[in-house]
């Protein structure tokens, strides 16, 4: 699974395709390149036109190879290789990023991660962990999309996660665990981490403390949120 911040990478846009076929070229016949191509919250989603938001490589991606996007409304990831028809099957029905999804896929096969030019703020299988522990700041949320007859319906989204800027404070336990390498690919700044070993640590750090991986910003209004939900749940504990 692959986060990309192309600007990063210090090449002209005509090269977006060629870094993916790097990346194809490196995962060899064997492997399934994932990435996210969500579609975030505006307007009518629509599983073949709503465009990427997760950045212009992603979109690339998404329209120009032959990858498969999983049929979330939010929360959908695009994937190429051996394994790309199960790793975005049935994410319809699962959910954005815990059970059923492509991230959930990535974890249970061993898979890494692959932030280039970004750190751990975007790296969206982290949210698994939040999903296993069950914190209480997941929430229901409507979302409007055009379903299969071409008609505007709006579903009910449950257990959607939050905001992740706070995931960076998990990098010193894979650090210390030696679940994260650190590289360059041209002038960005790269880190490579083992999907099971990151997910399983901020599982044992959202045990301990379910506010673990909320940001510091005191003016954050998702996290503050986030907090206080959790504080409602311990009250009425
Ligand atoms: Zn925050």
Known sequence: MVHTAFKSLALPDERIADVITALIDALGPEGTLIMPTHAGWDGVYDHDSSPSVTGALTEVFRTQFSSLRSRHPTHSCSALGKMAREAVAGHEQGYAVGTGSPCEFVYEHSGQVLLIGVD???????HLA????????????QRRLRNDDGQCVTRMLTRQPGHSNGFVKLEPLLKQYGHIRYGSIESASCRLFDARGAVD??????????AALLCDDPNCSNCNESRRLIRVEVNSA
Not at 130 to 141: M, P, Q, S, T
């Open 120 to 126: 751990l703020m975007v790296a969206t299988i982290v």
């Open 201 to 210: 640590a901020a599982v044992r750090m959202l045990t301990d403390d379910p």
């Open 130 to 141: 939040e999903f296993y522990v069950n914190v209480a700041y997941l929430c229901a949320r």
